[in-house]
């Protein structure tokens, strides 16, 4: 199953009877442009916020969203002397 168009594919949790992002389909996060992170981060956080999430998902949630958090950073760093 593809995911908001950004090539995320899911496969059966059996532990669980749920559904979680496939270990080999799961995105390289540095290969995926800023609009591509923002996209799977909202598709994930829906899926969390429906509340039948399997507990894989909020990990991918939460590296996709420091994945945001640390392009936010470098981008801001990058050519600057630093804070003065």
């Known amino acids: ?3 908001d168009g ?3 594919f899911e496969e059966p949790n ?6 979680a992002l496939a270990t080999e389909a799961r995105p390289d996060l540095g290969s995926l442009s800023v609009e591509e992170l923002a996209e799977l981060c909202a598709s994930l956080e829906r899926r969390v ?7 894989a998902t909020y ?11 640390r392009r936010g950073l470098a981008g801001v760093t990058e050519g600057a002397a ?3």
Do not use: F, W
Request: glycine share 18%.
């Open 1 to 3: 199953m593809e995911v």
């Open 6 to 8: 950004v090539g995320v």
């Open 14 to 19: 059996r532990s669980d009877g749920g559904r």
């Open 49 to 55: 916020v429906s509340g039948s999430a399997p507990l």
């Open 59 to 69: 990990g991918d949630l939460a590296s996709a969203q420091a994945e945001l958090r």
């Open 82 to 84: 630093g804070p003065t």
